[in-house]
């Protein structure tokens, strides 16, 4: 095996943790290597839906313009509705954030943060290279192996290697920190259908029972539905038959009865969630760092996990930066203790909400039932409904002081300013071949 290269930072997974952690370390000068398995972004039922803090750090970063162009749908609302009747309602507007969420594919959301990181001139994007194994000298994580599509193995040594390849994470299940997956008592079946030109931009959580449906608007002009199943129930659904699966959606909403019999024709326009939820007491290793849905898995509830990911980015790059430029050859767990303490915590908050969203949406009983209509209500029309939800959906993203996020967004370069690094390199780098000098300056599709 052929060591070819290092890096500083060697990123695994292009998703939102990733891809913007890459930029705003290669922004700053650092030596980021971005890693991703699959060739293509198309990620259709991921992490589409942005909070409004997400948002306003993705215009910090200088996203803004480009966001614009690619393309998004603001959203101005949230409601909860059983048996055909309106119990909640919220107005983004009113929220003092200034911002409203917005609804954005996944897919043009990375386009966006990997475009900006190759304004970098130390910035390499390998798509279509799947990570093998861990580089491990004694309790020290160096790099990974890793391989492109119909290539050999090879290693790329990194100070410190970044997981980020999702719920199913190889780099946790290779890592040696131990996660404790619990999973939930139902599954989603996401679909999409065309929006009705009379369609508010509100996000909806529609109930019946125990069974319900999620409803968001999405771009440019569709709803996203999810409806949940009990666990391992989608091949019992199967079996039923379309039919009655039309049949279900519009029990539960007449309103979506004719779109899903049009629209939803067979299982292929159906995909699986498997609702599950992962914890880990460690996030780091010596020389290895898990963000994002490999370090904290949440459920659908509120579209949480693509903020949480975006979050984990900025509250980490600070501390990754000074490490690197102070010249540590590894960056110790040590290093990162406090940002995961503060991170554990904003997600403790965020899995606590879920876990009572999850108890609600489970009642079945007419006593259940009964109370969860009642709070729902109380909270309605509750005058801190806006500071309870303003809370939930727009926590602070925790970065240790205003001050250090500030910097942070002081040393990044204009987008498509070209930067040469500010770390020396420990190793030159040493392509095998002009084959792989080409593949690692790809532009992915």
Same mark, same amino acid.
């Given at each position: 095996?052929? @060591?070819?290269? !290092?890096?500083?930072?060697?990123?695994?997974?292009?998703?939102?943790?990733?891809?913007?952690?890459?930029?705003?370390?290669?922004?700053?000068?650092?030596?980021?290597?971005?890693?991703? %398995?699959?060739?293509? $972004?198309?990620?259709?039922? %991921?992490?589409?839906?942005?909070?409004?803090?997400? #948002?306003?750090?993705?215009?910090? =970063?200088?996203?803004?313009?480009?966001?614009? @162009?690619?393309?998004?749908?603001?959203?101005?609302?949230?409601?909860?509705? @059983?048996? *055909?009747?309106?119990?909640?309602?919220?107005?983004?507007? %009113?929220?003092?954030?200034?911002?409203?969420?917005?609804?954005?594919?996944?897919?043009?959301?990375?386009?966006?943060?990997?475009?900006?990181?190759?304004?970098?001139?130390?910035?390499?994007?390998?798509?279509?290279?799947? /990570?093998?194994?861990?580089?491990?000298?004694?309790?020290?994580?160096?790099?990974?192996?890793?391989?492109?599509?119909?290539?050999?193995?090879? +290693?790329?040594?990194?100070?410190?290697?970044? *997981?980020?390849?999702?719920?199913?994470?190889? #780099?946790?299940? &290779?890592?040696?920190? @131990?996660?404790?997956?619990?999973?939930?008592?139902?599954?989603?079946?996401?679909?999409?259908?065309?929006?009705?030109?009379?369609?508010?931009?509100?996000?909806?959580?529609?109930?019946?029972? !125990?069974?319900?449906?999620?409803?968001?608007?999405?771009?440019?002009?569709?709803?996203?539905?999810?409806?949940?199943?009990?666990?391992?129930? /989608?091949?019992?659904?199967?079996?039923?038959?379309?039919?009655?699966?039309?049949?279900?959606?519009?029990?539960?909403?007449?309103?979506?009865?004719?779109?899903?019999?049009?629209?939803?024709?067979?299982?292929?326009?159906?995909? =699986?969630?498997?609702?599950?939820? $992962?914890? &880990?007491?460690?996030?780091?290793?010596?020389? &290895?760092?898990?963000?994002?849905?490999?370090?904290?898995?949440?459920?659908?509830?509120?579209?949480?996990?693509?903020?949480?990911?975006?979050?984990?980015?900025?509250?980490?790059?600070?501390?990754?930066?000074?490490?690197?430029?102070? *010249?540590?050859?590894?960056?110790?767990?040590?290093?990162?203790?406090?940002?995961?303490?503060?991170?554990?915590?904003?997600? $403790?908050?965020?899995?606590?909400?879920?876990?009572?969203? +999850?108890?609600? &949406?489970?009642?079945?009983?007419?006593?259940?039932?009964?109370?969860?209509?009642?709070?729902?209500?109380?909270?309605?029309?509750?005058?801190?409904?806006?500071?309870?939800?303003?809370?939930?959906?727009?926590?602070?993203?925790?970065? %240790?002081?205003?001050?250090?996020?500030?910097?942070?967004?002081?040393?990044?370069?204009?987008?498509?300013?070209?930067?040469?690094?500010?770390?020396?390199?420990?190793?030159?780098?040493?392509?095998?071949?002009?084959?792989?000098?080409?593949?690692?300056? #790809?532009?992915?599709?």
């Amino acid at each position: 095996m052929t @060591e070819l290269y !290092d890096t500083d930072v060697l990123v695994i997974g292009a998703g939102p943790a990733g891809a913007i952690l890459a930029d705003v370390l290669a922004r700053q000068g650092i030596r980021v290597t971005l890693v991703e %398995r699959a060739t293509s $972004a198309e990620r259709s039922f %991921r992490g589409e839906t942005v909070s409004a803090l997400s #948002v306003k750090i993705m215009k910090d =970063l200088g996203y803004g313009e480009r966001l614009r @162009e690619s393309g998004y749908l603001p959203l101005e609302g949230i409601a909860f509705r @059983e048996d *055909g009747k309106e119990l909640l309602s919220a107005d983004y507007r %009113r929220f003092p954030i200034g911002q409203l969420p917005i609804d954005m594919p996944q897919p043009q959301l990375l386009g966006v943060a990997i475009d900006a990181a190759r304004s970098a001139t130390d910035f390499k994007f390998l798509p279509g290279t799947q /990570f093998l194994s861990l580089i491990e000298e004694g309790d020290v994580v160096k790099g990974a192996v890793l391989r492109r599509a119909g290539g050999e193995a090879y +290693e790329v040594r990194a100070r410190l290697t970044v *997981g980020c390849d999702g719920r199913f994470s190889r #780099v946790r299940k &290779l890592s040696g920190l @131990e996660a404790k997956v619990t999973p939930m008592p139902r599954d989603f079946l996401w679909f999409k259908l065309p929006r009705p030109d009379n369609w508010q931009q509100t996000s909806q959580l529609v109930v019946s029972s !125990d069974r319900h449906l999620v409803i968001l608007p999405t771009w440019p002009d569709l709803l996203r539905v999810g409806y949940n199943v009990p666990k391992g129930g /989608f091949g019992d659904q199967r079996q039923k038959g379309i039919e009655a699966f039309h049949d279900g959606i519009a029990a539960l909403d007449p309103r979506l009865a004719d779109l899903v019999r049009e629209h939803v024709t067979s299982w292929n326009d159906v995909s =699986l969630l498997d609702i599950f939820t $992962a914890e &880990l007491d460690e996030w780091a290793r010596d020389g &290895l760092l898990l963000i994002g849905d490999s370090s904290h898995t949440v459920t659908p509830i509120l579209g949480q996990g693509v903020n949480l990911a975006i979050q984990d980015a900025i509250c980490f790059a600070p501390v990754i930066y000074h490490a690197i430029t102070e *010249g540590t050859e590894t960056v110790p767990a040590a290093a990162m203790r406090a940002v995961m303490a503060e991170r554990r915590k904003h997600k $403790a908050m965020i899995t606590s909400f879920q876990r009572m969203q +999850e108890a609600n &949406l489970a009642q079945h009983t007419r006593f259940g039932t009964f109370l969860r209509r009642l709070k729902m209500r109380f909270l309605h029309n509750s005058p801190v409904k806006y500071k309870v939800l303003n809370r939930t959906l727009n926590a602070p993203h925790g970065l %240790r002081s205003s001050e250090e996020y500030v910097s942070l967004l002081e040393r990044l370069i204009p987008i498509s300013t070209p930067v040469t690094s500010v770390t020396p390199s420990p190793q030159p780098v040493k392509p095998a071949s002009a084959a792989f000098e080409d593949a690692v300056n #790809v532009n992915a599709a």
